[in-house]
Each structure stands twice: as structure tokens, then as C-alpha cells.
């Protein structure tokens, strides 16, 4: 019952005792009913007080106990969570110097969770690129903080409807045999995420090192420019095999 909640398996054991027979029980009573050992039970009903889980009376030289009933239980461990929830958002790493180093992480979900963080942070200014399947899951993100006077600049792979007026779109060509799923995010000029697909799995790194700021945002804007060239001279491009098989071999 409480193990799901961090307790262990004999404080979820003597909890569901003393809640299940609705009374007051002392040790003994307990070890019997909770299949904890006798050598244990007193030092888990002490931390299950400790705890404020259980209630204790001495009543004629024995001890008693019984169970904080369920519904305080419940309110007790909501409360619990959101204090460590708010303890969580109040951490913070005491950094002397910008930490260049650069951190990996795997999982999409734990990659998507982590650009949505960085995003949150954005104060001047945003670039992204990925791909139009990707962007609903950012794209209010983006809008608020563009509604806010945030720089979003956006590149897309496919086409997205957004209010954000810098977006620059490519359309896959039938013959774009090269192009691969991938995410760039570079926030106020200091701080990116790439995300990639190796043996189809998504995988990132995740850096505040100036040198590779610069090379991704020089990257973003790499595509950017090529998307620009690519649709103003679209019919001549394609016209000439050379430069057309050339074009189709990069990653943009």
C-alpha cells in the first residue's frame, strides 16, 4: 500500500495492519497480523511515528497504536509531495564559472521534458529547428515566449501554423535522401541542445560550451540559408544535375 510512496515493505505492512482491523493494537498484536518480525517491528513502528504514520498511547503499561486514518494519510502525503516538489524547483547549483562540459541523455521523453526546460528559460532570444511533427509539442512554448518579446526563430522540416513571423520551411524533395530526424535549440546565445537518432533510438547532448554554441548556431543558420537558396532558385538548382545531387546530399 505505501511502498508505491518511498515507505518500505514492513512500514506498508504495519500501516495495512493497524488500518485493516480498525483499532488500537500493541506489538505483539501487530507482529501477528503484519507478518513483521518481532526483532524488527519496534524499530519500524518508532520511524512510522517519526513519520507521523501512526499514533501511539500508553494505556495501563502497554503500549498502543494505531493508524493515521487514511484520508489525513492521504493529505499528509499530497502535502509531503509538494514540499518536496517545491524543494526541487528552489534547488540551485552553485556555479562559479559557466559548466562547459557536455552532457549527454537518452529517451525521448526525458530529451522533449529537458528542450521544454531550456526553453522555459529563454530571456532574449530562441533558435530551433527540427522536424513539423515535432513543434505542436513546443510550439505554445515558443508563442508565449515570443508574446513576451523573446527572438524565436524557427526552421522546420515540414510545415507548421504559427503567430512566431521568422520560420523558415523546407519541403522535402522526393529525391532528399539524406535527411535525417533532429532537433537544434540554442537559448540566449549560451546555452544548446542537439538531438539526434542513432539505431533508431533519440539521443542529445546538451552543453553551455561557447565553441560548440557557436558551431550549432552556425549549423542553424547553415540550413536556414540553404532552405532560402534552395526555394529562390529553386527551378535553376534543379535544372543542374551537378549542383541539384550536391544539394541533395547534405543533412539540411
Given at each position: 500500500m505505501l511502498q508505491q510512496f518511498g515507505f518500505s515493505q514492513y512500514e506498508s505492512k504495519v500501516y495495512e495492519s493497524l488500518v485493516s482491523t480498525g483499532e488500537p493494537l500493541d506489538a505483539?498484536?501487530?507482529?501477528?497480523?503484519?507478518?513483521?518480525?518481532?526483532?524488527?517491528?519496534?524499530?519500524?513502528?518508532?520511524?512510522?511515528?517519526?513519520?507521523?504514520?501512526?499514533?501511539?498511547?500508553?494505556?495501563?503499561?502497554?503500549?498502543?497504536?494505531?493508524?493515521?486514518?487514511?484520508?489525513?494519510?492521504?493529505?499528509?502525503?499530497?502535502?509531503?509531495?509538494?514540499?518536496?516538489?517545491?524543494?526541487?524547483?528552489?534547488?540551485?547549483?552553485?556555479?562559479?564559472?559557466?559548466?562547459?562540459?557536455?552532457?549527454?541523455?537518452?529517451?525521448?521523453?526525458?530529451?522533449?521534458?529537458?528542450?521544454?526546460?531550456?526553453?522555459?528559460?529563454?530571456?532574449?532570444?530562441?533558435?530551433?529547428?527540427?522536424?513539423?511533427?515535432?513543434?505542436?509539442?513546443?510550439?505554445?512554448?515558443?508563442?508565449?515566449k515570443y508574446r513576451n518579446g523573446v527572438e524565436v526563430k524557427i526552421h522546420v522540416i515540414g510545415e507548421i501554423s504559427t503567430t512566431i513571423s521568422s520560420v523558415t520551411t523546407l519541403i522535402p524533395d522526393k529525391n532528399h535522401n539524406h535527411l535525417e530526424k533532429s532537433r537544434i535549440l540554442i537559448v540566449d546565445g549560451r546555452e544548446m541542445l542537439f538531438a539526434g537518432i542513432e539505431e533508431h533510438k533519440w539521443q542529445a547532448i546538451h552543453t553551455m560550451s561557447k565553441p560548440l554554441v557557436k558551431f550549432f548556431t552556425e549549423f542553424f543558420y547553415h540550413d536556414v540559408a540553404l532552405t532560402e537558396i534552395t526555394y529562390k532558385y529553386r527551378d535553376t538548382i534543379m535544372k543542374d544535375p551537378s549542383i541539384r545531387d550536391l544539394l541533395l546530399t547534405l543533412r539540411y
Open positions: 505483539t498484536s501487530i507482529v501477528k497480523l503484519s507478518g513483521v518480525p518481532r526483532a524488527k517491528v519496534y524499530e519500524v513502528l518508532y520511524r512510522m511515528g517519526e513519520k507521523g504514520m501512526i499514533l501511539e498511547s500508553t494505556i495501563e503499561k502497554k503500549r498502543l497504536y494505531t493508524a493515521l486514518p487514511v484520508e489525513s494519510a492521504i493529505a499528509k502525503l499530497r502535502a509531503d509531495f509538494d514540499s518536496h516538489i517545491d524543494q526541487l524547483r528552489k534547488a540551485k547549483m552553485r556555479q562559479t564559472t559557466t559548466d562547459d562540459r557536455v552532457w549527454t541523455l537518452k529517451e525521448n521523453r526525458s530529451i522533449q521534458a529537458l528542450l521544454k526546460s531550456i526553453i522555459q528559460k529563454a530571456a532574449h532570444s530562441i533558435i530551433i529547428s527540427g522536424w513539423s511533427d515535432d513543434f505542436p509539442d513546443y510550439l505554445p512554448l515558443l508563442e508565449d
